[in-house]
Each structure stands twice: as structure tokens, then as C-alpha cells.
């Protein structure tokens, strides 16, 4: 039985915490058990069934030998990281579905993990549940991925789809997205394209040699522009727009971009409706290959918390360290584009 903590217990902590309770009979098999032996949370939860677990003071956990793995759901930065690199440096593996603190502060946590013999783990920080970080690390791992193309955020396709669909105006569709917990805390990471330029990051981080930061992409540009005008010409020309994040390897250097495009009905892209992601991965041997899934939401990213809490109880062996080399290119070649209620897209 592996004792863990949670820190952070919203949407995705209490997710993960539920997923613990409900699989319970799973997770003994697969690692012998995991138990959830503190809370971490600033809130009152007195009543709660879990009320005697909740800690409010970080030391409670650091200092307890018995925990092995703690589950970073807190979000934001800090003390995000601060907890995350305490506990690192207090013997426990740490998992997290923080993907702002995975593009920031990733480098600095994996070289303490290694350091400390413990594990940095990130499957649920880009994708939701799709299982796309191990993938790259693992399976694909023996070919040289030369692009990745996604759709990397729920709220995003969730809006631009109600546009479509319902035409609803940006305001409702993005409350929509908020009621339903796939917006972040400020939403505008979201619509500014921030986020999935961080998830894009941290796929070519995984993909190729480096580690790539938000300022290395060529381009990060959202959805605030997208007008409703835009999505019913698209619409007319049997294209959809789309929030797509690319990382590319080319002759100068990785190019990595956020940015609505033009999306062609050939393009699988362009079925991916609602909170789901996708995420298209070329690699020399493999050819094109596709990971499909929900993006945002408790439940699904609790199955990538939970299979890293899973694998760090297991005491796997450490990924090998990223190497530190790395081109990046910012210069985007002109594409083909469209122009769709007076603005440009590109046209994929
Ligand atoms: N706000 C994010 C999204 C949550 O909408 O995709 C999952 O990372």
C-alpha cells in the first residue's frame, strides 16, 4: 500500500480522489494500493468524509516518511512549485496536472526528481486523459517525431464549436465552459491561446531534444479575434476554425505556434468537436498517427493523474534526462491561407 497526499482538492484533486475510491480493487492490483493520507487544501472541510485527512501546512506532509507520492492539483504557479520542489527534495515523487508549472518549471523539477531518486511525473498537463506524454516518451520514442498538430484546448473548441452550431455569441459559450470546469481559474489563458501554447511546449519538450518555453514559439495567438462572421464563412466554405498548436522540426530549428486556422474537412482535426482534444503525431517510422480524447474535465484528467500516481508507486525507472541542446525557429514560412470575415487564416 503506497500512502499519498493531494494538494489542492478542485475539480481535478477531487477527481482524482473519487477515481481513488472507486477503483480501489484496480489500483491494488496494479501497485498494491494507494491510500490517500492527507488533503492539502485551505479550505474548511470540516463535515467532510475526508475532514480528518485535510492539512492546511505543507510541513504535515514533508515531514511524513510514510507518504511516497504526492498528487499536484493545486494549479497556478506558486506555491505550486515551491510544494511541488519541497516535497521532490523530501524523497516523494511528485505527479501533476499543472501545466504551467510543467513548461516553467519542469527542467529545474525532473533534475531535482533525478537527483533526489524520485520521479516528475505530467501525463494529465496536456490532453486530459489522452495518454500522450508517455507515449512520446515511450512508445515513440524510437522514431524521430518530426511535427506534432493538435487541438490542445477543451474551452477553446467548446466555444468555437457553439459559435458554429448554436451561434452563440463568445460571452455564453464561455460561461458554458466555466460551469462545466474546463475553463482555467482566469479564463483568459484559455481564449489568449497561453495554454495551449504551454501544452504545446511541453510536447515538443518530450518529442524532441530540449526543453522548449512559451518564449521560443514563433507565434501565440488565440481565439479573441475569431468573429462570428469569421465562423459562418468558414462554415459556408466547408471549413471549421480551429485552435491548433504546432511543433515542427525544420531546417533552422523547432518551430512551435498557437493559432486559430482554417480547417479543411480532410483534416481529422476538423471533427474534433466539443471539450475533446486531438493530438497528430508524424514520426520517420511510425507515419502519422492520432491521440483522441476529452481535453478538460475531472474524470478524464483524474486517468492521467491517477496512472501517474500508479507508475511512481510502481518505482519505474526514471525517464532518461531531455538533453539540453536545442534549435529553435521563429520565422514561419507563408502558408496557404483564406481570408474568412475579414481576417486571415491559415488554411490546413
Ligand atoms: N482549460 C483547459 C482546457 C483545461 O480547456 O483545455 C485542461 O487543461
Redesign the pocket.
Known amino acids: 500500500m503506497t500512502n499519498i497526499a493531494i494538494m489542492g482538492l478542485g475539480v481535478v484533486g477531487g477527481a482524482v480522489y473519487d477515481a481513488l475510491e472507486k477503483n480501489a480493487g484496480i489500483y491494488k492490483r496494479l501497485c498494491g494500493g494507494i491510500k490517500v493520507k492527507y488533503i492539502l487544501d485551505k479550505r474548511d472541510f470540516s463535515g467532510s468524509e475526508f475532514a480528518s485527512r485535510v492539512v492546511n501546512d505543507i510541513s504535515v506532509i514533508l515531514k511524513d516518511k510514510s507518504v511516497k507520492v504526492v498528487a499536484e492539483t493545486m494549479g497556478g504557479d506558486r506555491p505550486a512549485f515551491d510544494f511541488s520542489l519541497a516535497c521532490i527534495n523530501a524523497g516523494k515523487s511528485v505527479v501533476t496536472?499543472n501545466?504551467l508549472v510543467v513548461e516553467k518549471h519542469g527542467a529545474e523539477l525532473e533534475r531535482a526528481a533525478r537527483k533526489n531518486g524520485v520521479s516528475y511525473l505530467y501525463e494529465a498537463?496536456v490532453g486530459?486523459g489522452i495518454p500522450i506524454i508517455r507515449t512520446l516518451r515511450d512508445t515513440l520514442a524510437v522514431n524521430s517525431v518530426t511535427e506534432i498538430n493538435g487541438i490542445?484546448?477543451?474551452?477553446?473548441n467548446?466555444i468555437l464549436e457553439k459559435m458554429e452550431t448554436e451561434g452563440s455569441s463568445y460571452e455564453t459559450a464561455l460561461k458554458e465552459?466555466q460551469a462545466l470546469g474546463?475553463?482555467?481559474r482566469d479564463p483568459s489563458?484559455?481564449i489568449e491561446g497561453l495554454?495551449a501554447a504551454r501544452?504545446i511546449c511541453i510536447l515538443a519538450s518530450c518529442a524532441f531534444s530540449g526543453k522548449y518555453r512559451m518564449e521560443d514559439c514563433a507565434e501565440i495567438r488565440g481565439i479573441t479575434n475569431v468573429t462570428a462572421q469569421s465562423v459562418a464563412e468558414a462554415k459556408a466554405k466547408g471549413l471549421k476554425i480551429k485552435l491548433v498548436g504546432t511543433a515542427k522540426l525544420t531546417d533552422n530549428g523547432a518551430l512551435l505556434c498557437v493559432r486559430p486556422c482554417a480547417v479543411r474537412q480532410a483534416n481529422l482535426l476538423h471533427s474534433v468537436s466539443g471539450?475533446f482534444?486531438c493530438i497528430c503525431v508524424k514520426g520517420d517510422l511510425v507515419g502519422e498517427t492520432a491521440y483522441y480524447g476529452h481535453?478538460?474535465g475531472g474524470s478524464a484528467?483524474a486517468s492521467a493523474v491517477v496512472s501517474d500516481i500508479v507508475e511512481a508507486a510502481s518505482v519505474r525507472p526514471l525517464p532518461r534526462p531531455a538533453s539540453a541542446k536545442k534549435a529553435v525557429c521563429k520565422q514561419k514560412k507563408a502558408a496557404e491561407t483564406v481570408t474568412l470575415g475579414g481576417e486571415e487564416y491559415e488554411l490546413i
Not at 152 to 156: E, K, P, R, V
Open positions: 496536472s501545466k498537463s486530459g490542445l484546448n477543451g474551452t477553446t467548446y465552459a474546463y475553463a482555467e489563458a484559455d495554454d501544452k471539450v482534444n481535453g478538460a484528467t
